[in-house]
């Protein structure tokens, strides 16, 4: 690989939604939804992710419970879920959680594109899921766990999580979900430790993160994919979505 390792390359990856190798594609009355994977249960970080074009319309899974935590970053346009455990709509800029055992109703007003995060990664979820139904078991649904947005305006308090960046915690402990969402808002150049494997969804401005000898960039609706610790940098006025596995504190 002109010089570097496939085990150096693996430490930290850069997407853009030019980069999936394949989507997966079906239509419903003329909609078309497409979700093209980019971080699956071959990275061994328990985390899967990808990018995804929504069309305008609806899409009824009411009868298809998600068997794993997700979140979407919705990179352009916006997109509405409803279910019994709960109903939210995100826009542009910002982010839904929706939590294992998720069924429902998905509603886009005008075609939308967004980043998606999951753990477990999804292939693992689902073949797990369809060995659990053969033996009669429902998907769990933590009784915590409530369908939401993640956005500044949700966020209960601001920390520092480094000299120049803020961040405020989206998705906790307490949340029944295995993983830790944060926002991170950089008030001036400067960096911030990233510890463990994680995703960083790039809303505004852009980013270098470093694990080990390698460095990758990514701009607004990129991702960059960690599988061990890393540092990320970057200039005033860029805001990420950081979503990391096993849960942790993003803040100091």
Do not use: K
């Amino acid at each position: 690989m002109s010089g570097e390792s496939m085990a150096e390359a693996a430490r930290v990856r850069a997407f853009t939604d030019q980069d999936p190798a394949e989507w997966t594609r079906w239509e419903n009355d003329g909609q078309e939804v497409a979700i093209g994977e980019v971080v699956g249960e071959a990275d061994a970080a328990g985390l899967g992710a990808g990018f995804a074009r929504f069309g305008a319309g609806v899409l009824d899974e009411a009868a298809s419970p998600i068997p794993y935590d997700e979140v979407f970053v919705i990179t352009s346009g916006a997109l509405t879920v409803r279910s019994a455990l709960g109903d939210a709509t995100a826009r542009a800029g910002e982010a839904l959680f929706l939590p294992r055992g998720t069924a429902g109703e998905y509603r886009a007003e005008a075609d939308t594109a967004y980043v998606c995060v999951a753990h477990p990664p999804y292939a693992r979820a689902w073949r797990e899921r369809a060995a659990a139904a053969e033996r009669g078991e429902d998907v769990p649904v933590d009784p915590r766990a409530r369908l939401r947005r993640l956005a500044g305006a949700d966020v209960a308090s601001w920390a520092r999580a480094g000299a120049a960046v803020r961040a405020g915690e989206l998705v906790g402990a307490g949340d029944g979900s295995a993983l830790g969402v944060a926002l991170l808002r950089w008030d001036a150049a400067g960096s911030v430790p990233v510890e463990g494997a994680a995703v960083l969804a790039v809303v505004r401005g852009a980013v270098a993160v470093r694990a080990g000898s390698r460095r990758v960039e990514a701009g607004a609706g990129g991702l960059v994919h960690l599988a061990e610790d890393g540092v990320c940098e970057a200039r005033a006025g860029t805001e990420l979505v950081a979503v990391g596995h096993p849960h942790r504190r993003w803040t100091g």
